[in-house]
């Protein structure tokens, strides 16, 4: 089983920065890639972006230029550093990292969620 952890939400007026972390337990691959999502209400889950192990990342034309996904392997935690942010970002963002079930197969775990607010 595999268990994430997010922190770092909160409220900000627009052009702020905020830096989402997530941390994972259990079994877990360090190569796996890991992302980001995140939904506002009445919206659909939107993906943000992707990280793979060895480091490269990609971006949702919405968030890029502004957001910056990292991981750190030795602490089993991917984050998303946000600037510029835009009351549009509003939403519940969400972490996704595979892991390991407990019959052994890959699974996509989730993120408990975590609320951006972002004010005009």
């Known amino acids: 089983q595999v268990h994430l952890v997010e922190s770092g939400g909160g409220l900000v007026q627009a052009g702020g920065s905020l830096r989402l972390s997530c941390l994972a337990s259990g079994r877990i691959n360090s190569m796996n890639p890991m992302g980001w999502y995140r939904q506002a209400p009445g919206k659909q889950r939107e993906w943000l972006a992707r990280?793979?192990?060895?480091?490269?990342?990609d971006y949702a034309d919405s968030v890029k230029g502004r957001f910056t996904i990292s991981r750190d392997n030795a602490k089993n935690t991917v984050y998303l550093q946000m600037n510029s942010l835009k009351p549009e970002d509003t939403a519940v963002y969400y972490c996704?990292?595979?892991?390991?079930?407990?019959?052994?197969?890959?699974?996509?775990?989730w993120g408990q969620g975590i609320q951006v607010t972002v004010s005009s």
């Open positions: 990280i793979t192990g060895g480091g490269s990342t």
């Open positions: 996704k990292i595979p892991g390991y079930g407990s019959t052994g197969s890959l699974l996509d775990y």
